[in-house]
T-cell receptor
């Protein structure tokens, strides 16, 4: 089956630094990738939709200057949390939509970000 | 507004017992519905999906779900639960034309030996 690799799985950083999270579709092409944030014991909240070769579309309330998304190729999207603060600590999950598989999204294992 | 409700935050069942996880949605058009399972250290895995046609959908790992339009529900069932089924289960609806998902708050399943 289709595999989405997300890296790193866990990162701890100091307040004020930037952190980059990678999301790769390993065996399929994904024109669209999605980034979610999951708070403890809560659901996944969509942050943004990333389309290859174009600017990401952010959901209401998500700061685009805080969460930079780049989708440079059909297999890679990155999320950069800029000037991270403790309130950015969360579980971030990406998903990729398979061009050939109707409406299927495949999810990465997630990245646990802890900002000290 | 579109929404997905999973009324049960936690469910505990004994191994071998039957299971039903509830999901209700609010959506104006014909919904595309999904059930995912999330295990620690792993990405969300698709259990099954409903787009159209037969309202009883079979999925992986012995799971099935039934779409009931009159009740705006898409409940997940399994006749006999295994200890390995312990995980978090999410119901989701896809918003028309956008491929975006709206997730429910999830149900954490605990299986007693």
């Amino acid at each position: 089956g289709a595999v989405v690799s997300q890296h790193p799985s866990r990162v701890i950083c100091k307040s004020g630094t930037s952190v980059k999270i990678e999301c790769r579709s390993l065996d399929f092409q994904a024109t669209t990738m999605f980034w979610y944030r999951q708070f403890p014991k809560q659901s996944l909240m969509l942050m943004a939709t990333s389309n290859e070769g174009s600017k990401a579309t952010y959901e209401q309330g998500v700061e685009k200057d805080k969460f930079l998304i780049n989708h440079a190729s059909l297999t890679l999207s990155t999320l950069t949390v800029t000037s991270a603060h403790p309130e950015d600590s969360s579980f971030y999950i990406c998903s990729a939509r398979d061009l050939d598989s109707r409406r299927n999204q495949y999810f990465g294992a997630g990245t646990r970000l802890s900002v000290l | 507004a579109q929404s997905v409700t999973q009324p049960d935050i936690h469910i505990t069942v004994s191994e071998g017992a039957s299971l039903e996880l509830r999901c209700n949605y609010s959506y104006g058009a014909t919904p595309y519905l999904f059930w995912y399972v999330q295990s620690p250290g792993q990405g969300l895995q698709l259990l099954l999906k409903y787009f159209s046609g037969d309202t009883l959908v079979q999925g992986i790992k012995g799971f099935e779900a039934e779409f009931k339009r009159s009740q705006s529900s898409f409940n997940l069932r399994k006749p006999s639960v295994h200890w390995s089924d312990a995980a978090e289960y999410f119901c989701a609806v896809e918003t028309s034309g956008t491929y975006k998902y709206i997730f429910g708050t999830g149900t954490r399943l605990k299986v007693l030996a």
